[in-house]
């Protein structure tokens, strides 16, 4: 059934086309990634299907009585109410009901009026048990938890969260209203991969529809079924997840090219045939052919989008020893004393080695990289870095990318490197800034222009030991393409801070998890960790508040939450069955690469790695399918 349509929508500001001649459709139960580059216009078709803007031309049609849930990027959330307060009010008629039980109680308590009181308790107790009323409350601090909010935070007032927990606590209101159709524009920026891998199950299990805007391809390979691309003021569809929307598009792009490309050579061979015999004694067929390539409708050629053109060379060798530590402590001195965040084993880091820093929000990993450069000292131990070292670092936050707000793009680039003009403007075109965009304002870009100027200031510098703090927040998906890309060919030493588990599977040789309070290391792929996790792990229960007439039910809540707790089992065994499935399809064209250069050895490695992967890949697959018939 569809639940939205919409025909031949154009958006324009003045003389600037954001989009034009866009149709599309949603049913119900739809999911759809809505992806493209950053400023062709996705936020502005989601507000467009929202009804908060009116487009152009077209039209949106919403079915009757539709209801929308709306996810801006930076959402505003006002008033005094506490976080948990703000969930409560999606749950207003229950609590009227719930006051309204209350009053019955009463009442029964009263001779006088007992038996009609009695009479009514029935009936409205069965309606709030039917509509939710015995588990609402858990269903907030379900989803609260899930986002990663904990339980203190559940009593701060919306007023006195930061932009991103905001950002979350409205997410938390939209899944707990249960709309129709939820629209999603960057739901995943704020969220660590806990919360990520809650919420990729979450939506997975939701029979609403939706339409999300998101730059992490792991979740979109998780959780959609339908991708438009919104690029060049045009919307094109592809069935299938983020994995098969990138096979498909490369092979859409190459058929329409070879069209063209046949195109072109007929329309020359027919204009020469014209030109020879146009006044000679075929001229009749030769007008013939001239009337028909009039008429004939004129393919276009198929346009790229632009893309970085990223390259980054070390320029020197560092030591084989790059990273080392001695029984290290990281946290913050405060005028109370030391708030202690994390602990470490004692880590080596040698040349050439990638490591990848994961762990919750708040967990500590800046403080470690920071720690690590020696902008913060440790609370314990201590940090030796390598000999022969030239250190690059990207900052996450704006304002710590060392940027001067008040220089223009071009000053930052020369104060790297003394290019002479026209070549360091054909420098700054590699990372898409062309003509008087190189005279902007730092101040003035947003955050993936800002990430651009520091890349690109990082490339000029050529560092042999690459430190990165979440390296592809604010770059649209073809730039992380890129990004990763260039990482994996870096002839340097790579330690990195990211939720991006596409990047993450791609770069890391290993692995440093902030868990709890400590810093645990796997020697190996991102893929072995979550296999690792999964066998040795018990899912953890989230947090519960029962009612009254929940303690009744004993037996019924036990039932309940071995039902979550096998949801919980799935979702983790889908998520490192995925991986496991990314990487035998990576072995399998390493394997065809190795067999056509005939490299034995290369081929003997890489067939051991393919049996392990799929002998891990068929245990939790059958621990799956025993999980959903049980």
């Known amino acids: 059934m569809t639940i939205l349509t919409a025909n031949s929508l154009a958006k324009s500001y003045g003389a600037q086309d954001v989009f034009r001649d866009v149709s599309l459709q949603i049913g119900r139960g739809d999911k759809v990634a809505l992806i493209g580059p950053n400023g062709h216009g996705k936020s502005t078709l989601l507000r467009l299907l929202a009804g908060l803007d009116t487009p152009t031309a077209g039209r949106v049609h919403r079915a009757r009585g539709l209801r929308i849930g709306w996810l801006p990027q ?50 409205a107790q069965t309606r709030f048990e039917m509509a939710g009323g015995y588990t609402y409350e858990s269903r907030i601090r379900r989803v609260l938890g899930g986002l990663g909010f904990q339980e203190e935070e559940h009593q701060r007032p919306i007023s006195h969260l930061s932009g991103g927990q905001k950002t979350r606590a409205l997410l938390a209101r939209l899944l707990l209203e249960e709309p129709d159709l939820l629209l999603l524009d960057e739901p995943t920026n704020y969220l660590d991969l806990a919360a990520l891998e809650w919420l990729e199950g979450y939506l997975i299990g939701w029979p609403g529809s939706l339409v999300v805007v998101a730059h992490d391809r792991y ?21 299938g997840n983020y994995s098969r929307y990138v096979e498909l598009r490369a092979e859409r792009v190459a058929r329409r090219l070879a069209e063209y490309q046949s195109q072109q050579e007929h329309i020359e061979k027919t204009e020469e045939f014209i030109r020879r015999y146009g006044a000679g004694q075929r001229h009749r067929e030769a007008r013939g052919r001239q009337k028909r390539l009039d008429r004939l409708e004129r393919l276009e050629r198929p346009r790229e989008l632009r893309t970085m053109r990223l390259s980054m060379q070390a320029a020197s060798r560092s030591g084989d020893l790059v990273l080392a530590t001695s029984e290290l402590v990281v946290g913050h001195r405060t005028d109370d004393g030391a708030l202690r965040l994390c602990s470490c084993p004692d880590l080596d880091l040698r040349r050439g080695e990638r490591a990848a820093l994961i762990g919750p929000n708040a967990s500590g990993k800046t403080t470690l990289i920071l720690t690590i450069l020696g902008q913060l000292s440790p609370l314990a131990g201590e940090v030796r870095l390598g000999a022969s070292l030239r250190v690059g670092y990207l900052a996450q936050a704006v304002g710590d990318d060392g940027l001067d707000p008040q220089r223009t793009i071009l000053d930052e680039i020369l104060d790297v490197e003394n290019l002479p003009l026209e070549k360091a403007r054909g420098f700054l075109g590699r990372f898409l800034f062309s003509g008087d965009e190189v005279f902007k304002r730092i101040g003035d870009l947003s955050g993936g222009e800002r990430m651009r100027v520091a890349l690109a200031k990082l490339t000029l510098a050529r560092p042999n030991f690459l430190v990165l703090d979440e390296p592809t927040t604010h770059l649209d998906i073809a730039s992380q393409e890129v990004l990763q890309e260039v990482l994996s060919e870096f002839d340097g030493t790579v330690l990195f801070v990211s939720h991006d588990r596409y990047l993450i599977e791609a770069l890391a040789t290993q692995v440093w998890a902030i868990e709890g309070e400590s810093l645990h290391v796997h020697r190996g792929r991102y893929s072995e960790y979550v296999a690792e996790k999964v066998k040795g792990e018990e899912p953890r229960d989230l947090p519960r508040v029962e009612s009254r007439e929940e303690k009744r039910r004993g037996e019924e809540r036990s039932e309940r939450r071995e039902q979550e707790r096998r949801a919980r089992r799935m979702a983790e065994l889908e998520e490192a069955i995925a991986v496991l499935e990314n990487r035998l399809t990576a072995l399998a064209g390493d394997l065809t690469a190795a067999s056509a250069a005939q490299d034995l050895t290369r081929l003997t490695e890489l067939g051991a790695e393919y049996a392990q992967v799929e002998e891990e890949l068929r245990r939790l697959v059958a621990e799956w399918e025993h999980l959903g018939t049980g």
């Open 74 to 123: 930076h959402p505003d959330l006002p008033g005094e109410r506490t976080l948990y307060d703000e969930m409560l009010t999606v749950f207003a008629d229950l609590q009227a009901q719930q006051a309204e039980l209350g009053e019955l109680e009463r009442a029964m308590a009263d001779s006088a009026r007992r038996e009609r009181a009695l009479a009514r308790y029935g009936q």
């Open 219 to 239: 979740f979109l390979d998780r959780v959609v079924s339908r991708v438009w691309e919104l690029a060049l003021g045009r919307l094109e569809e592809y069935p």
